[in-house]
């Protein structure tokens, strides 16, 4: 019997602006989720990174099942309730719609999902990031699933040297899912001409071409799309099975020791580096750094076991402080060239009202 792992996540509400929920939030999401879960689901998980909460849970209902994405929208709608109780900053603001209709793809929520047979030892990865969009994850998993100077499984492991086969979504496009699927190594330069537009291009799934089986799954949604304004950065969540078909744990993990810059930071428009950081991390520095965590499990007939932090080891300390020098040396450069965000992504904000305000002050000169 198959098992889906399921992880919907939304920003409903913030202490002191956008640095963490409040520990009556988190207690509120869980324990709807526990309690209106108990026929639906077989486990779950519910942590924050950053100022996100997300929801993770295991069933056997397949991918976009109403049921599981009603739950995890009633929590939220539960949650926000607390938050406005509290007084908590952005209560509610990722949940953009009004009334729930067949599953969250739309509605704000960030969602990954995979279902697939379990393997007799069937560990994965979930990983949550916070002040930043769902390009962040292009250049991890290009490394980790399409090189062998980050991944030497993909030399060493038969099935993993068939290659992998990347689905990726043209997040611009509004009416519809516009997807290409390219084959690693045999389109490794297409693959690459499309991840590095991170504000465009994002990966939505990988696929082990040995087996024809999900390795990724990740969110891909904009809510400046769905909102038509800008309402915070999409903060992705990602699932990624490792071992045996799959890259390693420690080939996954890998590339996040770059502190790669990405979108996000403070009005979601600037550009900073990806820092790794523990479970239950807030944000703070120039709303930032954009962040992500990282939590290893294994699964077995659909049960979770407790989460393990993979980002506590002692070596990550020496990547948070190299990112930390590199992020202040990008504010040193102020609203100036590279540390802000291209026109396109800034159009959603309110820079564009004072550029139309100025355009009419120009003259051509005679």
């Known amino acids: ?69 009603k739950l995890a929208w009633d929590a939220f709608v539960a949650g926000t309730a607390t938050a406005k109780g509290q007084g908590l900053y952005g209560a509610g603001q990722d949940l953009l719609k009004d009334a729930f209709s067949g599953n969250v793809h739309g509605m704000g929520p960030a969602v990954a999902e995979m279902e697939f047979e379990e393997r007799p030892n069937e560990p994965f990865l979930f990983f949550a990031a916070d002040k930043t969009d769902p390009g962040a994850f292009n250049l991890p998993l290009y490394l980790a699933f399409a090189d062998p100077m980050n991944t030497p499984g993909l030399m060493l492991a038969p099935d993993l040297g068939k290659g992998f086969r990347f689905v990726i979504m043209d997040v611009s496009h509004t009416e519809g ?63 990624v099975r490792v071992q045996k078909n799959f890259p390693a ?19 979601g428009s600037h550009q900073m580096p990806l820092m790794p950081v523990l479970l239950a991390s807030g944000v703070s520095y120039f709303d930032g750094p954009p962040v992500v965590s990282c939590a290893a499990f294994c699964v077995h007939e659909g049960k979770l076991t407790e989460p393990v932090d993979a980002f506590a080891h002692p070596f990550w300390d020496t990547v948070r402080q190299h990112v930390s020098d590199k992020a202040i040396d990008m504010r040193r450069q102020g609203f100036f060239g590279a540390a802000m965000l291209p026109m396109a992504e800034l159009e959603y904000t309110g820079i564009m009202e004072r550029l139309k305000a100025l355009d009419a002050g120009f003259r051509l000169r005679s």
């Open 249 to 267: 744990t420690g080939e996954v993990l890998a590339p996040y020791a770059m502190g790669a810059y990405v979108a996000g930071c403070m009005r």
């Open 1 to 69: 019997m198959k098992t889906t792992l399921s992880v919907i996540k939304a920003d409903i509400g913030s202490i002191g602006g956008h640095i963490c929920p409040s520990q009556q939030l988190l207690a509120s999401v869980r324990e709807f989720v526990l309690q209106r879960g108990k026929a639906l689901l077989i486990d779950s998980y519910v942590s924050h990174t950053g100022d996100d909460i997300a929801i993770l849970m295991t069933h056997r209902r397949g991918v976009k099942n109403s049921d599981v994405h």
């Open 177 to 239: 899912d516009r997807v290409i699927e390219l084959d690693a190594p045999e389109d490794l330069y297409s693959i690459a001409s499309l991840l590095r537009d991170t504000e465009r291009y994002v990966v939505e799934s990988i696929w082990s071409r040995a087996a024809n089986d999900i390795a990724v799954s990740a969110s891909t949604s904009r809510l400046h799309n769905i909102a038509g304004k800008y309402t915070g950065k999409d903060d992705p969540v990602m699932l």
